[in-house]
């Protein structure tokens, strides 16, 4: 990924398309846990980089916006946590069906934040509208 703001927050891709988000000093709260506001960017992120995966043919061609998002933090992260991404194989055919006659669709993708034991930490729910250029 090439985005300047997720290099610098240290979010890093992995080969199975999940993101990464290494435990550092610079993400904690006055807890001394990781921020929601980091665990909802590596969350975001991941909605988008879902996306990128899935429609790869659309990368230059198509605006995407964030429409609205919704998250539910589930345990304090103290460690390194990860994210994934899913969206149910309807939605996906949905979205590019609507994309090609409409020039615009919108699409959900779940994501799930956890962390270096597998216990989740967040969850969410991300809406994008995708437009042509």
């Not at 969350?43 to 609205?68: D, I, K």
């Not at 969850?123 to 994008?128: L, M, N, R, T």
Request: with cysteine; proline share 4%; glycine share 6%.
């Amino acid at each position: 990924m090439n985005i300047p703001f997720i290099e610098n927050m240290g979010i890093e891709a992995k080969e199975n398309g999940s993101l990464y988000l290494p435990f550092r000093e610079g993400l904690l709260n006055h807890l001394g846990t990781i921020h929601a506001s980091a665990q909802f960017t590596l969350a975001e992120t991941q909605s988008g980089f879902y996306l990128e995966l899935m429609f790869p043919q659309y990368g230059e061609g198509v605006v995407p916006l964030l429409r609205s998002s919704s998250v539910k933090y589930k345990h304090p992260a103290i460690k390194d946590i990860y994210s994934v991404a899913r969206t149910s194989k309807e939605a996906l055919d949905k979205f590019e069906s609507e994309l090609q006659k409409k020039g615009r669709a919108v699409i959900t993708i779940d994501v799930w934040v956890y962390d270096s034991t597998d216990m989740l930490t967040m969850q969410g729910e991300f809406c994008w509208l995708i437009s042509r250029m």
